[in-house]
């Protein structure tokens, strides 16, 4: 399973886009990159999730660039309720039993 | 939107009691797991179950620990003589197939057991 790192902690504010990036040097070919969000005492809630290039949902966009070695989630115009913890995930299907490996996360500090 | 629900909400136990958590995981959902998280620290792993047997466990989950589908819907976390220990959030989830990286699991929002 590839070693994911991403910064402990960002603050950022009301209206303003966040950009949280995840470096996956050892990342496999067959490896997806999926984030998960967390609210305080609330289960992890999946985000997006891609293989390469640009993503995006209603909630967020992955951009993952051609070595894969690497990712960014970014929010767009964040607001006080994306304060949470938000996870990078990579090869948490290669075990087949589908089990996922959360790290300690990125956790965003939205202000006023 | 369907959703994943755990019962209780928060349990309170002195320590060597048994306690049953317990999860409904979506309807259409073939794989199931169990996750624990003490306060202040990361998610961690502890099961996932499969055609009614287990699939994956981690080290945490040794012989004081057992999951059950009694039923076509519930799915149940079974901690024997809990430990101080065991003081954490356990959260249920579930997804389609659990087969591939690709596939999204659904959480449920979480029991806390509290040990005295």
């Known amino acids: 399973l590839a070693k994911t790192t991403q910064p402990i902690s960002m603050d950022s504010y009301e209206g303003q886009e966040v950009n949280i990036t995840c470096s996956h040097n050892n990342i496999a070919t067959n490896d997806y990159i999926t984030w998960y969000q967390q609210f305080p005492s609330q289960g992890p809630r999946f985000i997006i999730q891609?293989?390469?290039t640009k993503v995006t949902n209603e909630v967020a966009s992955l951009f993952i660039p051609a070595d894969r070695k690497s990712s960014t989630l970014s929010l767009p115009r964040v607001s006080l309720s994306d304060t949470a913890v938000y996870y990078c995930l990579v090869g948490v299907g290669s075990s087949n039993t589908g089990k996922l490996i959360f790290g300690q996360g990125t956790t965003l500090q939205v202000k006023p | 939107e369907p959703e994943v629900t755990q019962t209780p909400s928060h349990q309170v136990t002195q320590m060597g009691q048994e306690v049953i958590l317990r999860c409904v995981p979506i309807s259409n959902h073939l794989y199931f797991y169990w996750y624990r998280q003490i306060l202040g620290q990361k998610v961690e792993f502890l099961v996932s179950?499969?055609?009614?047997?287990?699939?994956?466990k981690s080290e945490i989950f040794d012989d004081q620990f057992s999951v059950e589908r009694p039923d076509g819907s519930n799915f149940t976390l079974k901690i024997r003589s809990t430990k101080l220990e065991d003081s954490a959030m356990y959260f249920c989830a579930s997804s389609e197939t659990g087969l591939h990286s690709t596939d999204t699991q659904y959480f449920g929002p979480g029991t806390r057991l509290t040990v005295l």
């Open positions: 891609g293989y390469k």
């Open positions: 179950f499969y055609n009614n047997e287990i699939s994956e």
